[in-house]
């Protein structure tokens, strides 16, 4: 971090990776220092060094549309109930890692299903399509 400025300063990464490092996680925006973070240089610069990329999306999805793809980061993780009250979370696998979580890649429960938060979700994926929908026609005009 730039101690005059407060911002985070890639170079400052640069001495912290080694051979050894294998996955570098950031937020996305941070809600203490006001600042949203260059996630796609970041992610570009964590892979020219051969690590693998996991980004906090909680302070920054309910405000912005995410492009996972653009960014071109490995994980995206961010907390449902950040814009709807349910208790879930959600993580974006990029499928050329997915294969770390095995033959049951899709199953992430620590505890029971609560079948009425999951049912909800079909809200959340309608929200999101009209949030993208949105944000993409304004950037068509």
Not at 24 to 38: A, D, E, K, Y
Not at 60 to 81: M, N, T, W
Request: contains cysteine; aromatic residues 14%.
């Amino acid at each position: 971090m730039n101690p005059e400025t407060f911002n985070v300063d890639i170079s400052d990464l640069d001495s912290l990776m080694t051979e050894n490092t294998k996955l570098v996680c950031f937020t996305h925006c941070s809600n203490v220092m006001g600042q949203i973070l260059p996630a796609k240089n970041l992610t570009d610069f964590i892979h020219s060094k051969g690590a693998k990329v996991c980004i906090d999306g909680v302070a920054y999805v309910p405000h912005r549309a995410v492009d996972v793809k653009e960014i071109g980061c490995d994980f995206y993780a961010f907390s449902v109930y950040k814009l709807f009250g349910i208790r879930y979370a959600c993580l974006y696998v990029n499928k050329d890692v997915e294969h770390v979580f095995g033959v049951n890649k899709h199953t992430f429960w620590a505890t029971g299903i609560n079948f009425e938060c999951a049912y909800s979700f079909l809200g959340v994926k309608d929200y999101f399509e009209d949030f993208v929908g949105q944000s993409q026609g304004s950037k068509n005009s």
